[in-house]
C-alpha cells in the first residue's frame, strides 16, 4: 500500500481545511473540533472521520458541481489524496464498523435511488426511467457486502494457516454513460466492503447524476461514522482524467467499465486491471423451447432499459422449424416486425457507417438508447404506441446481428438447426466471453452452448437479466469482468489473497 510523504499530508489537510471555509477541521458524525495534523503525523494517527471537506449541506438535484463537497474535487490528484486518507481511517475501522458503513450506503440509496434514476435517465437521454429504476434497486439490494470475504483455514501437525482477503488500497474506477448511477452504487459497495476506497473518473455525458450519487454515498458513510472522502470523484471528468487516474502512482488497482477503448487503456496502463467490457449476447432459441416463454423473456431482456446494457439480448438465432411461431409469439408480446424495405430505411438511420457482411459496423450515438417509437418514427411509422421492442428478419452475415446496437432493434436469424444456431452465436458474441441465452428443454444441446459460448453469463431459459440477479437467483453486479476473468464482480475481485501463518501452534484437529 503506498504511504503518503508528510509533504502530501500537509498538502491535502491544508486543501481540505480550506474547502471547509477555513474552518478547523471537524471529526465526521462526532462534531467534535480537530486541529489540522502536523505535518509528519503518521497516517494511523490522522482521526478515523478524516477531515471535512466542505459543508455536509443538502444539495439540490439541480444543484452545479462544485468540485471540493462530500468527495468530489477538482482534480485527479485531489481526489486520489483524500481518497487515500480516508482508506488509512478505514483500515483502522472495525469489520463491525465496516458493515455499518455499507448498511448506511444501501439504506440512504434505497430512499434516493428513484431519484437518481431520473436524474440519470434525463441527464443522458439513454434507457427508460422505470428500468433505471430497478437497476438501482438491484444493485443496492443485492451487491454482497463485507460478509462475502470468507476467510479459509488449513490446520495440521504444523499449525494453522488462515487465508485472508485484504484490500488493495485506493481503487480507480471508471463508469460508463449506460448505468451511471447503478455501477457507482456497485462499485462502491463492492469496493468499501473489501475494505478500500475510491476514486471515480465517470463518464462525461453523465456528470450531475454520478456527482449526486458520489455525494449521497459520503453522506451515508459520514453518518455511520465512517471517513470523509471514502468515495471521491473528478468534479469535470474527461478521457485526460481518466488516463491521469489510471496512471496515478497513488492507485492501486484500477476498475473499469465500458467499451473497448477503456478496457484496451486500462490493460496497457501497466496497473493491474479489472475490466469489464463490451459483450453482443446471442440468444439461441431450438425447436424444444417453449416459444411463448422466450418470446416473454427475449422482449423483457433485449428491450429492458432499451437495450443499453451489456448483457441484453443483442441477436437471435432460432431454428427454421420455429421461427414464424417466434416471431408471432415477440409479436403478441407487444413487438413490432419491420418488413424487407421498413429494414433497408432503419439500416440507414442506425448505422453511421455500414461496414457490410459480418462486420462490426458504426451505430449512429442520436439513437443509442432510444425509445423504439422514436426510432420507428425516423423511418415514417407512427401512432404505434410504447413499442418495447423493434424485430427485423435479417439473414445471418447482416451488420446488425455483428455489432453491439445498444438499441431496442433485435436481428432475428432463421438456421437450419441447433448446431448451426449454437455454432453462429458463438462467432457472434466476437470471443468476447460476456454474456448469452438460450431457450431450449434439449439438455444436450444446453450443455453444448454453455461450453462453446464459454460466457461469464449463460442464462437459460429467461431473459440474460436473470443473470444479473433480476428475477434470477444469485448476487448483482454491474462490473462484469470478462476479459480479465472476475465475471460478475464482488468484495473478493477487489481484495488481495493474504496467507497468516502460525506454525506449530493452534492446530484445530
Ligand atoms: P465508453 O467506453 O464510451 O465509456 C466508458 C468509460 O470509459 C467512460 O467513463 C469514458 O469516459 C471512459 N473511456 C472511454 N475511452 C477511454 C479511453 N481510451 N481512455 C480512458 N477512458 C476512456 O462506454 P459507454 O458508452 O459509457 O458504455 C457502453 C459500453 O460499455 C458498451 O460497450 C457496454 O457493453 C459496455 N459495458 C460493459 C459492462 C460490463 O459489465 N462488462 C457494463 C456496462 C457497460
Redesign the pocket.
Same mark, same amino acid.
Given at each position: 500500500m503506498r504511504r503518503l510523504t508528510d509533504e502530501q499530508v500537509d498538502r491535502i489537510a491544508r486543501m481540505l481545511a480550506q474547502q471547509a471555509g477555513g474552518q478547523p477541521a471537524a471529526m465526521a458524525g462526532a462534531g467534535a473540533v480537530l486541529p489540522r495534523p502536523a505535518a509528519g503525523t503518521p497516517l494511523r494517527n490522522l482521526p478515523a472521520g478524516g477531515y471535512v471537506a466542505a459543508p455536509v449541506a443538502a444539495h439540490p438535484a439541480t444543484a452545479p458541481i462544485v468540485p471540493g463537497g462530500d468527495g468530489v474535487f477538482s482534480t485527479v490528484d485531489e481526489c486520489v489524496m483524500a481518497a487515500t486518507i480516508a482508506f488509512h481511517a478505514l483500515s483502522e475501522a472495525t469489520l463491525a464498523q465496516r458493515h455499518e458503513i455499507v448498511a448506511a450506503i444501501r439504506e440512504s440509496l434505497l430512499r434516493e435511488g428513484d431519484r437518481l434514476a431520473k436524474m440519470a435517465w434525463e441527464e443522458t437521454g439513454l434507457g427508460r426511467y422505470e428500468h433505471k429504476r430497478i437497476k438501482n434497486r438491484l444493485v443496492t439490494e443485492k451487491t454482497p457486502g463485507p460478509e462475502s470475504l470468507i476467510p479459509q483455514t488449513t490446520t495440521g501437525d504444523h499449525g494453522l494457516t488462515l487465508m485472508e482477503w485484504a484490500p488493495f488500497g485506493v481503487i480507480g474506477a471508471? =463508469? %460508463? =454513460?449506460?448505468?451511471p448511477t447503478s =455501477?457507482i452504487i456497485c462499485n462502491t459497495i463492492g469496493m468499501v466492503s473489501a475494505g478500500n476506497s475510491v476514486a471515480f473518473? !465517470?463518464? %462525461?455525458?453523465a456528470v450531475q447524476c454520478s456527482m449526486e450519487t458520489v455525494r449521497l454515498i459520503n453522506r451515508a458513510v459520514v453518518s455511520a461514522g465512517g471517513p470523509q472522502n471514502l468515495v471521491t470523484a473528478v468534479g469535470r471528468? =474527461?478521457?485526460e482524467s481518466?488516463?491521469e487516474l489510471?496512471h496515478h502512482d497513488g492507485i492501486n488497482l484500477l476498475v !473499469?467499465?465500458?467499451? %473497448?477503448? !477503456?478496457v484496451?487503456?486500462?490493460m496497457q496502463s501497466g496497473k493491474r486491471s479489472v475490466s469489464?467490457? %463490451?459483450?453482443n449476447p446471442p440468444a439461441v432459441v431450438d425447436e424444444t423451447a417453449d416459444i411463448a416463454k422466450a418470446a416473454k423473456d427475449l422482449v423483457y431482456g433485449a428491450g429492458f432499459d432499451n437495450n443499453?446494457?451489456?448483457v441484453d439480448e443483442k441477436e437471435v438465432f432460432v431454428v427454421a422449424e420455429v421461427a414464424d411461431s417466434l416471431i408471432t409469439a415477440l409479436r403478441r408480446e407487444g413487438a413490432y416486425l419491420v418488413d424487407q424495405a421498413q429494414m433497408r430505411r432503419l439500416e440507414k438511420e442506425i448505422f453511421s457507417e455500414n461496414r457490410g457482411p459480418r462486420a462490426h459496423s458504426v451505430i449512429n450515438k442520436e439513437l443509442?438508447g432510444k425509445d423504439a417509437a422514436v426510432i420507428l418514427e425516423r423511418i415514417g411509422v407512427t401512432g404505434v404506441g410504447d413499442v418495447p421492442l423493434i424485430i427485423a428478419e435479417v439473414p445471418e452475415d447482416h451488420p446488425l446481428v455483428w455489432t453491439?446496437q445498444?438499441m431496442p432493434v433485435l436481428p432475428i436469424v432463421r438456421v437450419a438447426d441447433v448446431h448451426r444456431a449454437i455454432d453462429l452465436a458463438r462467432e457472434a458474441e466476437h470471443g468476447f466471453g460476456?454474456s448469452a441465452s438460450m431457450h431450449s428443454r434439449n439438455i444436450d444441446a444446453l450443455s453444448r452452448m454453455a461450453r462453446v459460448a464459454n460466457t461469464s453469463i449463460f442464462v437459460k431459459n429467461g431473459p440474460i437479466v436473470a443473470g444479473l440477479g433480476a428475477g434470477g437467483e444469485g448476487h448483482t453486479?454491474?462490473?462484469?469482468?470478462?476479459p480479465t476473468g472476475e465475471g460478475l464482480t464482488y468484495p473478493v475481485s477487489f481484495s488481495r489473497r493474504r496467507r497468516c501463518v502460525m506454525v506449530d501452534h493452534f492446530r484445530i484437529v
Open positions: 471508471i =463508469t %460508463p =454513460t449506460t448505468n =455501477t473518473n !465517470v463518464h %462525461p455525458g471528468p =474527461t478521457i481518466a488516463g489510471m !473499469v467499465t465500458g467499451g %473497448p477503448g !477503456v484496451k487503456a486500462a469489464a467490457g %463490451p459483450g443499453i446494457i451489456c443509442v453491439e445498444l460476456h453486479s454491474f462490473t462484469i469482468a470478462s
